[in-house]
């Protein structure tokens, strides 16, 4: 073992030539060859060792900037040991044996919880299909109300001094083959434009898009099959409602699609782990792994 001052660290952390000299093998004073582990700290019986605290530096770092580091790596080392090792003085011995068994409870819970994760995900099948989605929907369906107002729309935004702002507006109204064709035809020369009337969008993203739509005015403006035009510093807004669900109404399978199939994919991860776990248990019942002693459950109960 070889101690290593704090101001030799700007040689140590500068490159990573110096860096894999300083952890190649070293020969012990009968000749073996043994490997070397640089040591920077200790706090009792507790070392920091330069390769524990090395992986932490980029490689851009400056010598100046590398030093600076290691010394609040090192210190911050030093602090979280000497605390510890006071911690352990001061408290009492039911405090200590409370706080190790929820050491191990917790280093048990994250090995079993990455490895439940991996066997999930080698397994879980996650393809929803759509008669497993309606058939989930049309059941559960009067518990998927609506917190806000949702609109189907097509607009347009023209520029203040658009020349063919009638033309555009008959044809926005009209919508047929011919008109989505014009009106995509002339796209280039609109601000914004949206033509899909059949998704659903939130009242709250509409007046993102429209500011001259409010939550005062949206009420009157926005109503089912309503053709409006909004005006303001910046441009004409040309809007055909085709369609509006309330506050508490019945949301549309097509607007609450997403969150449903990752609903139902949480409950087919839940089921698994569960049939997992049973599993776990009954194999370990069979080979004799695992039993409950009948004294132990009666003791349990009585206490």
């Not at 910046?234 to 085709?242: A, E, N, Q």
Request: hydrophobic share 40%; glycine share 4%.
């Amino acid at each position: 073992m070889r101690l290593v001052k704090i101001g030799t660290l700007k040689f140590l952390l500068a490159g990573t030539c110096l860096l894999a000299g300083l952890l190649c093998i070293s020969c012990d004073s009968f000749g073996k060859k043994q490997p070397e582990r640089e040591v920077v700290a200790r706090v009792g019986e507790e070392y920091l060792y330069l390769d524990d605290i090395s992986g932490l530096f980029a490689d851009n770092l400056s010598a100046e900037d590398s030093i600076a580091l290691a010394s609040n790596l090192i210190t911050k080392w030093a602090t979280q040991r000497l605390l510890l090792s006071r911690a352990k003085f001061n408290l009492s011995e039911d405090k200590i044996a409370e706080f190790e068994s929820l050491i191990s409870d917790y280093r048990a819970d994250l090995y079993t919880r990455a490895y439940k994760e991996a066997l999930v995900a080698q397994s879980e099948d996650t393809l929803i299909l759509d008669s497993e989605l309606n058939e989930f929907y049309e059941k559960e369906r009067v518990n998927f109300r609506l917190q806000e107002k949702i609109v189907q729309l097509r607009f347009i935004e023209l520029p203040l001094q658009f020349l063919n702002r009638e033309e555009v507006t008959e044809r926005l109204r009209r919508f047929n083959e011919n008109d989505l064709r014009f009106l995509d035809s002339v796209g280039v020369q609109f601000r914004k434009l949206h033509f899909n009337d059949s998704l659903w969008v939130p009242v709250s993203r509409i007046m993102d898009e429209i500011p001259p739509l409010t939550a005062e005015n949206e009420s009157d403006n926005l109503k089912k099959s309503q053709f409006i035009e909004l005006e303001d510093g910046s441009g004409v807004y040309l809007i055909k409602v085709t369609d509006v669900l309330g506050v508490n109404e019945i949301a549309p399978l097509s607007y609450i699609e997403p969150r449903l199939r990752q609903v139902l994919l949480n409950r087919r991860k839940m089921k698994y782990l569960r049939e997992l776990e049973s599993d776990l248990i009954n194999e370990a019942i069979r080979r004799n792994e695992f039993e409950i002693y009948d004294n132990a459950q009666e003791n349990t109960i009585t206490n």
